[in-house]
């Protein structure tokens, strides 16, 4: 079974790309189970209900979040959709679905979202023993792991702590795709970020100008999207049968 798994979908350039690269890359790798990371999806980040439905429509079977999963004003409603998994390792009483369980002819695929703890700014539970007390109730055969997170250390210290005991560790968040992809010893595939998908040159999504310049001062701006220019689509195909994990980084030029 081969499962592919989209990063971060950056707002309105994010969906173009998408639009642009997802059915020649489904035509050419023929996935049975699509993953998208819809934390920025959204013009306001976050995801819709509007593009979850459009995006089932079109293939994609599950949603994964990330520290956005809060930022639009109907996330309750969002976190309620079915085949969505918000970040596991929020506290306690927190809306929304810890993992889903995508069912594909009898074979059960969860998919987990964690987040990470080392540069983020929400005061969330341990990724690590969260994991582990999802792990004595999932119930499936295959498990993915969506690991949003900013330290590449966090992000390869999860993979190697779940090694064996999950299919597939792959980072998201960063936006920038990494070239470390491997299986590691006990089995598990990773890659320590997917990317995104939206603008090429861009601050990972935003503004160049903005970006620069908010660097430059020191003085912070809310993030404003780049529009328009040229694209690049990210993502990671995971044969859950031969364990081969293979990048796929679409740059326009
Ligand atoms: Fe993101
Ligand atoms: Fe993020």
Avoid: C, W
């Amino acid at each position: 079974m081969k499962v592919l798994f989209i990063g971060d979908v950056y707002m309105e350039q994010g969906r173009k790309a998408f639009d642009k690269y997802f059915a020649s890359v489904k035509q050419e790798y023929k996935p049975q189970i699509i993953i998208v990371n819809g934390e920025n999806i959204s013009d306001t980040n976050g995801l819709s209900e509007e593009i979850y439905k459009d995006y089932l429509k079109r293939g994609v079977n599950v949603f994964t979040l990330g520290n956005h999963a809060f930022s639009r004003r109907d996330y309750p409603e969002v976190l309620a959709l079915p085949y969505v998994a918000r970040p596991a390792n929020y506290g306690p009483g927190t809306l929304g679905n810890e993992y889903v369980i995508y069912n594909y002819n009898g074979t059960r695929v969860a998919v987990v979202n964690l987040l990470g703890r080392i540069f983020m700014r929400d005061p969330i539970d341990n990724p690590f023993t969260k994991m582990d007390e999802l792990l004595e109730t999932i119930d499936a055969e295959h498990i993915i792991v969506d690991f949003h997170a900013e330290a590449t250390s966090e992000k390869i210290a999860l993979a190697h702590y779940l090694d064996g005991r999950v299919d597939a560790v792959i980072g998201t968040h960063t936006h920038v795709p990494t070239a470390d992809e491997m299986v590691l010893p006990f089995g598990t595939m990773y890659q320590t970020d997917v990317g995104m998908s939206g603008v090429k040159y861009g601050i990972i999504g935003g503004e160049v100008a903005q970006g620069i310049r908010k660097f430059v001062s020191g003085v912070p701006e809310r993030v404003k999207a780049e529009k328009s220019g040229l694209l690049q689509f990210n993502a990671v195909l995971l044969d859950l049968d031969t364990k081969k994990i293979t990048r796929i980084n679409i740059k326009e030029e």
